[in-house]
């Protein structure tokens, strides 16, 4: 196996822990609260990206972000694995993948 094929196969694992940890709450860690919602926010930095929320606090969020950013979100730029706040005061992690 080549070091290009390994990239891939090792991109699409993590994705598909990270959606079972968010889906499940199980895992090795996971990603958000059983609670949370993964909501399409459109493109950021060039990919597709998700919200992973609502969070109360951007302590909250925080610590969803860096589990999403311990899985590989900053490969796909760097403002995946961070936390924005919406207009209503609640806090999301932006994921490049969906549950």
Known sequence: MTTTTRTPLRRAAAAALLAGSIVTGLGVATAAPA????????TVDG?????????SSAAACAATADRLSSFGAKRFGPRFGT??????GQWWAISPWSA
């Open 35 to 42: 609670t949370a919602a993964v909501t399409p926010i459109g």
């Open 47 to 55: 990919h597709r990206a998700f919200g992973i929320g609502p969070h």
């Open 83 to 88: 936390c924005y706040r919406t207009g209503n």
